[in-house]
């Protein structure tokens, strides 16, 4: 079974520039969830995905990022515009199910200069 | 608020002795668990988990422990290995629906 795709790996950028990073969870995984993970810390969910339906976005913060699950499967996270503090590692997990085991990719790395 | 923490930051044990690691919790409604393993560069990968019903739960040379008493969780490592050097986040289920994940410990393994 593969595991959580993520793309890209790496990315640098400039501040004020948009960037986004895309997800294809494991294939019958209901739940898609966005992590944010600060150097030395754990991963902060930002967006837990019913299928399609962003059902807690709460710690999004919203005047920046905006995410998507269209169809239900892969997923889209976008910066626009992107600040110094948004450098982080973004991590995508998937479950078949809400409060089911979580697995994660590999994760994007954003350098923001 | 409530949040998920690890006692040590960093821990370093001989390889081949048994490793333990610790993590505290204080929502007592919490009735899921989980330990992921991180190595640099990738993300976090599924160890063990362990429901409220349960004090302990076996996986192949890791052993988990609940203490619901005391809100204590605890991962053990047997005879550790240098591919376990990593670190090791518990997360807890608040409210059967979001994970929170606690700071992290640091495991090195001395040759």
């Known amino acids: 079974e593969a595991g959580v795709v993520q793309s890209p790996r790496y990315k640098i950028i400039e501040k004020k520039q948009p960037v986004a990073f895309w997800c294809n969870p494991i294939?019958?995984?209901?739940?898609l969830y966005w992590y944010r993970q600060n150097l030395g810390q754990g991963p902060e969910l930002l967006i837990r995905y019913e299928n399609e339906e962003a059902v807690d976005d709460s710690q999004l913060p919203k005047d920046r990022f905006s995410a998507e699950r269209l169809k239900g499967v892969d997923s889209t996270l976008k910066i626009q515009p992107a600040e110094l503090g948004d450098s982080a590692v973004y991590l995508c997990a998937s479950s078949r199910r809400e409060a089911d085991t979580q697995y994660f990719g590999p994760g994007t790395r954003l350098t923001v200069l | 608020g409530e949040s998920v923490g690890l006692h040590l930051p960093t821990l370093s044990v001989q390889e081949g002795d048994n490793s333990i690691i610790n993590c505290a919790y204080s929502n007592s409604a919490s009735d899921y668990f989980i330990w992921y393993k991180q190595e640099s560069g990738k993300g976090p990968q599924f160890i063990i988990d362990i429901r409220s019903n349960m004090d302990k739960r076996q996986g192949q040379r890791v052993t988990v422990l609940l203490n619901k008493t005391v809100k204590h969780l605890s991962l053990q490592i047997a005879a550790t290995q240098p591919g376990d050097s990593a670190v090791y986040f518990c997360a807890e289920n608040m409210d059967g629906q979001n994970f929170v994940f606690g700071p992290g410990t640091r495991l090195s393994v001395l040759p």
């Open positions: 294939s019958g995984h209901n739940t």
